[in-house]
């Protein structure tokens, strides 16, 4: 949510605390390392179908991670030399990559996970194994 209220005032700081949201996130999935470069590597490198980032959310990720860099880190262009700075635009797309993220890890867990429920209540009632 603050890196949602910052956007106005500062794209910069929006896309700083979109980083932070981001590796928070990681590490309570248990993709903890040195750094958050590392960390991205290994989620993109997940053997396991259920956990795999879907296709645009692995094309985007690391784009958070960069923005997030260039509002941190004095980062100068090279040919003009003047630092990069996080446009507007730039930080809602981390902030709509995020929100991806979001129903990723949380919410589209969740939802199965209350339809599952509900299904294998049923099948509890009329007498049938649960689910698979």
């Not at 929006?14 to 590796?23: F, N, P, T, V, Y």
């Not at 959310?57 to 690391?62: F, G, M, N, S, V």
């Not at 260039?70 to 730039?90: C, G, M, R, Y």
């Not at 995020?98 to 589209?108: M, R």
């Amino acid at each position: 949510m603050e890196a949602c209220n910052v956007l106005p005032i500062s794209p910069k700081a929006s896309a700083a605390l979109s980083r932070r949201c981001l590796q928070n996130m990681l590490r309570a999935a248990g993709y903890k390392d040195k750094d958050l470069a590392r960390e991205i590597d290994t989620l993109l490198a997940e053997p396991d179908p259920k956990k795999a980032l879907p296709q645009r959310l692995r094309e985007t990720i690391d784009a958070i991670r960069n923005f997030g860099n260039f509002s941190a880190h004095p980062i100068d262009d090279k040919t003009t030399l003047q630092i990069i700075d996080v446009e507007p635009h730039e930080a809602e797309w981390c902030l709509e990559v995020i929100e991806e993220l979001f129903e990723h890890f949380y919410v589209g867990p969740a939802l199965a996970a209350a339809k599952k429920a509900a299904l294998n209540a049923k099948l509890a009632a009329g007498g049938k194994p649960p689910a698979k």
